[in-house]
């Protein structure tokens, strides 16, 4: 049995379609990642899951029960953490705990194993007010209340957005320890560097799916000879590769742009066209595809077929 399943998703508030045909599944003990930017449908599919929205076409499945039919079922074994602090900011840490034991009809010690990791940094602070706490430590209290009542499944909407290089490392640590009890995770994030991290990922621009395998096989599917290129002034740069005659595409990664050429280029090649155009400290490397750069090729096929049509 699948823990998550979804078939033919669609929602849309007014004339915005939100999703659009989604399907995906996730298995027990499988770290999910639905990646995209603001805006792409993550939340609104989040939210159809855990049995907060009605889907106006499609069904889906959370736990082996329905999300239309049997919410009650599934609001018992789901931990859900939304992409907004929701915790009670005037109650302190321990309070906040114990209220969503409460809830779950359990308590902080009976199930103290499945957050202790967590926990254990959170403690020395267990009498702050959870409004009180910086962006890394309110997410980790977050992800104890949603596992408080041990889940079978995990639900996590953006739950590195906004907060430090060293909590997000340390958070998606402790998710690898939570998926070893065999507890499915699906996780959303904007931050495309963290697909990486999952076992599999979707990929999601403006309601639709682009595809879905895991990142070393997304990654691999890039076709195109791809170059990291760098040079004093990076916007003449841009301009200037965007007018020659071997580039496909052309985009802004950090300090570097990421050339996809439509030949067979070579770095020295790129590089010597480059200085005889007058471009100085000129840096071209010859690169593996991310993440990043399969999303926007994906994107950018989309948006022709749509403006073919």
Sequence with gaps: MLAIQAQHISKSYGGVKALQDVSLSVANGE????????????????????????PDEGQGTVAGHDVVK??????????????????????SVEENLSFFATIFRTTI???????????????????????????????????????????????????????????????????????????AILVST???????LCDRIALIDKGK???????????????HPLFAVKAKDIYSLLKSLRGAFYTRSVLP????????????MQAEQIKNDLCQKGFEEVQV????????DVFLELSAIKELKLEAK
Excluded at 70 to 91: A, T
Excluded at 118 to 145: D, H, N, V, W
Excluded at 190 to 196: F, H, K
Excluded at 253 to 264: C, D, I, K, N, R
């Design 190 to 196: 904007s931050y495309m560097d963290e697909a990486g």
């Design 70 to 91: 049997e919410y009650r079922e599934i609001r018992k074994k789901v931990g859900y953490m939304p992409g907004k602090f929701s915790l009670y900011q005037d109650l």
């Design 109 to 183: 010690d009976e199930n103290y194993d499945m957050i202790k990791d967590i926990y254990a940094q959170l403690e020395p602070f267990k009498t702050r007010l959870a409004g009180k706490l910086s962006g890394g430590m309110k997410q980790k209290l977050a992800l104890s209340c949603a596992l408080i009542h041990r889940p079978e499944v995990l639900f996590l909407d953006e739950p590195t957005t906004g907060v430090d290089a060293v909590s997000r490392k340390e958070f998606w640590e402790i998710l690898q320890r939570i998926k070893e009890e065999n507890i």
């Design 285 to 292: 490397n010859k690169i593996e595809a991310t993440v990043e």
């Design 31 to 54: 770290l999910f990642g639905l990646i995209g930017p603001d805006g792409a449908g993550k939340s609104t599919l989040f939210r159809i899951l855990t049995t907060l929205l009605l």
């Design 209 to 223: 799916l682009l595809q879905t395998d895991t990142p070393e096989s997304l990654r691999k599917s890039y076709a």
């Design 253 to 264: 990664f950090g300090a570097y742009l990421h050339l996809s050429t439509q030949v067979e």
